[in-house]
């Protein structure tokens, strides 16, 4: 067997990976850094199971382990939400995110947060068995397992949560693998026995859950047993995939035949249910919030339960292309789609078409993407993720007039489309006027609301500052450091924009308002000596914000040394 890789992700993965396993549920909550061990007589409350889990997010994008694309988010959020409306607790907090990691592996959080490894989207062959392990993650929330294994580990807890920061602090320098591989090493061996035996029958549960819900959601039943099988094949054959991530994803969702058979016979019980059932969407619009939660991500709430393909093409294969090419390295993968293109029957498809212009956009050869985004085009003229792509290789082609253009029909088509949205306001910024930056922040302003995605916040800030509004933009740069996992860069930023004489009585006072929001967080981390990448205990401040900083008001963080 190949020898596991320690990365990032897969420490964190390992340790926070309470999604399908074992007693690691701890972990997930330490990731929070305060009270690391106060739930030792009680669970934590909803509310802090959130806190720890957007906690955790923001950790993990601050080690660039997340794939932060709007479209993406909005693919796997729609998706997720189509799986928890069909689930026992529509109405519970749930996130769902894509880590950048070749790993074939999932896993759950406090407070409701899934990710999903880039690689286990890439091998999946369908929507429905991308579906299936979501919802398998979904069943062990609604399933409380998290809480359960939180209980059963309490003993354990204060152990692994050093073992967790000091792979979390390893992993975050440079080639710092290794490092965090031995600090894990160490901790993972004490527990792992205990959490197989652990975990098989919350597996099961899980299983049975998933599987109910994909049948709720309108998927294929049968999809999370196939593509566990599938995985099991791979293994005892020892080919096909990345052989040295499969061992991973198995080790963390063990299967066996008796689980499988359990899950296609279950699958087949609800399969003939569903020939009985009427055909379209049966959700009453006027009655949908009345039973599920408010959905961020999703436009037509109803919608999501019977998702069709945009102008004729496969959403889940474009997304999935999508994930391949943002997750990768765009100039090798643009290599990968020629080579596969020109020699290899079948892979001649409109989706590995998009992913080819997609790795020549982002390997700046638009005018090629433009090549080989025309005939999809001219097919599907009405799809907008492919004109959206269009729109992304005119402009880096330099053609930015007719890149705005269709930048400009399609936001009046989708006018809060964040996808839409971003790219256009970078468009309009990058090379524009004062007035088309104005237009930029306008349009960006409120899609901030209810949003922790950093780019997003970066995009307006860099608009603002443009537009004349250095303010607005300042405040959006720290939001964009402090979701990126930097608060301490975000701390500094507000305390040198609080300092501006020109100020006035309400901006002061938002800026107040978030300086006191963030204080108890960077107070906790300086009492624990935790050292970040913008922790002023570490590395010199000053150095780490010229690093971190876009824009001219950059000035406001790099003066702040000391």
Not at 133 to 158: C, M, W, Y
Not at 302 to 315: F, H, M
Not at 380 to 397: C, I, S
Not at 455 to 464: G, H, N, V
């Amino acid at each position: 067997m190949p020898k596991r890789r320690f990365t990032p992700t897969r420490l964190l993965t390992a340790m926070v990976c309470a999604g399908l396993t074992f007693g690691a549920a701890a972990q997930d909550k330490d990731v929070r850094l305060p009270d690391l061990g106060s739930s030792a007589n009680a669970l934590i409350s909803p509310q802090e199971a959130q806190d720890y889990g957007a906690a955790m997010l923001r950790q993990m994008r601050a080690l660039d382990m997340v794939v932060d694309d709007p479209m993406l988010d909005d693919y796997i959020n729609d998706l997720g939400y189509r799986l928890v409306s069909g689930s026992e607790k529509p109405k519970d907090h749930f996130a769902f995110f894509i880590v950048r990691d070749n790993v074939i592996n999932a896993f759950a959080a406090p407070g409701g947060y899934i990710a999903v490894n880039s690689g286990l989207i890439i091998i999946t062959n369908s929507e429905s068995e991308l579906a299936g392990v979501i919802a398998h993650e979904i069943g062990h929330i609604t399933q409380n397992h998290l809480q359960r294994a939180f209980e059963a580990s309490k003993k354990d807890t204060p152990l692994m949560a050093l073992v967790l920061l000091g792979a979390i602090v390893a992993g975050a320098g440079a080639g710092a693998g290794d490092a965090a591989g031995a600090i894990l090493a160490g901790g993972q061996g004490l527990l792992l026995q205990r959490q197989i035996n652990f975990t098989r029958k919350d597996e099961i549960e899980a299983d049975r859950a998933g599987i109910q819900t994909l049948a709720n959601a309108g998927y294929d039943p049968s999809a999370m047993a196939s593509f566990f099988g599938r995985m099991e094949d791979t293994l005892r054959v020892g080919s096909g995939g990345d052989i040295g991530d499969v061992p991973a994803f198995l080790q963390d969702h063990p299967v066996t035949l008796d689980r499988i058979s359990d899950a296609k016979a279950r699958a087949g019980t609800l399969i003939d249910r569903q020939k009985q059932r009427p055909s379209g969407s049966t959700l009453d619009k006027s009655q949908w919030e009345k039973s599920t939660a408010p959905i961020a991500f999703v436009k037509d709430a109803t919608s999501i339960a019977s998702r069709d393909s945009k102008g004729g093409l496969d959403t889940y294969s474009l997304m999935r292309e999508r994930v391949r090419v943002l997750s990768g390295d765009a100039g090798q993968l643009a290599t990968y789609y020629a080579n596969n293109l020109q020699h290899e029957r079948g892979f001649d498809t409109a989706s590995n078409h998009y992913g080819y212009a997609l790795a020549l956009t982002r390997s700046n050869r638009g005018a090629k993407a433009i090549d080989e985004l025309q005939p999809l085009l001219t097919t599907h003229p009405d799809n907008q993720v492919v004109r959206l792509a269009m729109a992304d290789a005119k402009l880096q082609a330099g053609r930015r007039a007719e890149a705005l253009a269709i930048y400009a029909d399609l936001n009046q088509q989708s006018p809060r489309n964040r996808a839409i949205g971003m790219g256009y306001a970078k468009a309009l910024t990058d090379g524009g006027t004062q007035e088309e930056a104005r237009q930029a922040a306008v349009m960006v302003m409120p899609m901030l609301d209810n949003n922790d995605e950093p780019e997003l916040y970066r995009t307006y800030a860099l608009a603002a500052d443009k537009a004349g509004d250095p303010i607005r933009a300042g405040e959006a740069y720290a939001d964009a450091s402090y979701l990126s996992g930097r608060p301490f860069d975000a701390m500094e930023q507000l305390k040198r924009l609080q300092q501006r004489p020109d100020l006035d009585y309400y901006s002061r006072a938002r800026i107040q308002a978030r300086i006191n929001d963030l204080t108890p967080l960077v107070m906790e981390l300086r009492k624990r000596r935790i050292q970040t990448d913008d922790n002023p205990d570490g590395r010199s401040q000053q150095l780490q914000n010229q690093g971190n900083c876009q824009g001219r008001l950059c000035f406001s963080a790099m003066n702040s040394a000391h």
